[in-house]
């Protein structure tokens, strides 16, 4: 495995998990807030937090690594 197939590896990953956390923070938070509310909605008593916090989560896995070869695609295209 060539240095430059290491190195978009190792952007992958590391935005993906960037993505993970800040994607699972968010939408946790977003439920609390929502528990939390003056007005409570029954859309906010039926979606489940955990549900939802791993769908923030997978979110923010697509989003870093779609980022992540956005970023090498035109680091490539630029050379």
Do not use: Y
């Amino acid at each position: 495995m060539d240095i430059k197939t290491k190195r978009l590896l190792l952007l992958v990953a590391s935005c993906s998990v960037a993505g993970v956390i800040l994607g699972g923070t968010s939408s946790w938070a977003q439920s609390n807030q929502c528990l939390q509310a003056e007005r409570i909605t029954s859309d906010c008593l039926t979606q489940n937090p955990l549900q939802k916090t791993i769908q923030g989560m997978s979110t923010g896995l697509l989003a870093g690594a779609g980022a992540a070869f956005g970023v090498a695609w035109n680091v490539r295209h630029d050379d």
